[in-house]
T-cell receptor, first 114, second 111 residues
Framework: DSGVTQTPKHLITATGQRVTLRCSPR?????VYWYQQSLDQGLQFLIQ???????AKGNILERFSAQQFPDLHSELNLSSLELGDSALYFC?????????????FGPGTRLTVL | DQQVKQNSPSLSVQEGRISILNCDYT??????FLWYKKYPAEGPTFLIS?????DKNEDGRFTVFLNKSAKHLSLHIVPSQPGDSAVYFC??????????FGAGTRLTVKP
């Protein structure tokens, strides 16, 4: 158990809909990272938040947005969903701002868009 | 842009033998490299890392080698055990900023 929790575990929705994925980092960790893993693909970095502020942006679509709340949990919002958005979404956390140490990953949320 | 590449999608080895997983990268600014292991239905877990100032780092049965001139790193597992069967991701970061992952190599260790 990494100490990172993600909800829900599974999500099935239709094209055009909007969903919110939630992540709670390990206790004491200030950074949260979001990743997307599509079928047979590696992990694509989406976005990082550190202590409530956006820190780094990767390959995140404009239809996706994220935020980190004062209690440090984070939410990833996916809107106008398309079939291609079906993927595993992972969040990870680290104590500091920089990724010089291991990231602790949650178990992921599997999103299926029908 | 695939800045981190794992060209072998799968690898099968016999228990007790050496497993060698390879990773190539294109961005010369990468200065920190990590390997993660992932079991089905779980998130990736950290295995071992190496800074660009080193060319080797060892942790028990796991050794990572870095060849900066070739922009290549490899993970050696000796001896391989059936419990090592998983997907292995190599990852790289530049100055501590966003992590780039390879597509993963599925290792199967046969008893």
């Amino acid at each position: 158990d990494s100490g990172v929790t993600q909800t829900p575990k599974h999500l099935i929705t239709a094209t055009g809909q909007r969903v919110t994925l939630r992540c709670s980092p390990r206790s004491g960790d200030l950074s949260v990272y979001w990743y997307q893993q599509s079928l047979d693909q590696g992990l694509q970095f989406l976005i990082q938040y550190y202590n409530g502020e956006e820190r780094a942006k990767g390959n995140i679509l404009e239809r996706f947005s994220a935020q980190q709340f004062p209690d440090l949990h984070s939410e990833l919002n996916l809107s106008s969903l398309e079939l291609g958005d079906s993927a595993l979404y992972f969040c990870a956390s680290t104590r500091g701002d920089f990724v010089y140490n291991e990231q602790f990953f949650g178990p992921g949320t599997r999103l299926t868009v029908l | 842009d695939q800045q981190v590449k794992q060209n072998s999608p799968s690898l099968s080895v016999q228990e007790g033998r050496i497993s060698i997983l390879n990773c190539d990268y294109t961005n010369s600014m990468f200065d920190y490299f990590l390997w993660y292991k992932k079991y089905p239905a779980e998130g990736p877990t950290f295995l071992i890392s190496i800074s660009s100032i080193k060319d080797k780092n060892e942790d028990g049965r796991f050794t990572v080698f870095l060849n900066k001139s070739a922009k290549h790193l490899s993970l050696h597992i000796v001896p391989s055990q059936p419990g090592d069967s998983a997907v292995y991701f190599c990852a790289a970061s530049a100055r501590g900023n966003d992590m780039r992952f390879g597509a993963g190599t599925r290792l199967t260790v046969k008893p």
